[in-house]
């Protein structure tokens, strides 16, 4: 399999989640990560994994479980952690 160019998209209809890959640097010594962008909460989230087809497989469920707004905006009352309880 050849190298995927990123940011590298996966996409269901008129959802798409980005994969980005990042080089962590630890006292000289150079790891490789993936990052993925998880809009599922309204806010920006960051899930690191050190596998490309376990980030793949992530994204997918992201997709699978997101919403989309019909004016592709989130709700205003997305901000919110609904995990929270007030």
Do not use: H, W
Not at 45 to 51: E, K, L
Request: charged share 30%; proline share 8%.
């Amino acid at each position: 399999m050849s190298t995927p160019a990123f940011p590298y998209e996966v996409k269901s209809r008129d959802k798409r989640v980005r994969i980005y890959l990042i080089n962590n640097r630890v006292m000289g010594k150079v790891y490789i990560n993936f990052r993925i962008a998880d809009y599922s909460t309204g806010r920006r989230q960051f899930i690191t994994f050190s596998d490309f087809s376990l980030a793949v497989k992530y994204a997918r469920k992201v997709l699978k479980y997101q919403k989309t707004p019909p004016n592709g905006r989130p709700p205003g009352n997305a901000r919110r952690n609904p995990g929270r309880k007030d």
